[in-house]
């Protein structure tokens, strides 16, 4: 089973996802601020949204909406294709580590 996410029907909807990449990072979480309370008050109504700039920092951000920039297709494949890659290598590295320890017999 899928997990989910229950919205009230009464909060607008986000306009990003749970680890969309965007140009300020991954979107680790979010959570919304409603009308008339008092953070909506105090910082704005709607949402917010945790940011990771990339996955070797430990480092995160709190941003609004209207702060956020979706990559373009353009971008986020170059950025995917690059990941790709990088654990293509990582798998090949593991390999032949494997290879040695095993002297060359393995499974695949």
Known sequence: MQPT??????WPYPR????QRTQQGIIL?????????ELAEQFDDGWRY??????????TSYLQ??????????ELFL???AEIE???QQISILQQQL???TGGFTNA
């Open 5 to 10: 996410i229950s919205i009230p029907k009464h």
């Open 16 to 19: 990003f996802n749970l680890e």
């Open 29 to 37: 979480g979010l959570y919304y601020y409603p009308s008339g309370t």
């Open 50 to 59: 945790v940011l990771m700039p990339n996955k070797n920092c430990n480092e």
């Open 65 to 74: 909406e209207d702060q956020i920039q979706p990559l373009t297709p353009e």
């Open 79 to 81: 950025e995917i294709t």
């Open 86 to 88: 990088f654990y293509q």
């Open 99 to 101: 290879a040695v320890l």
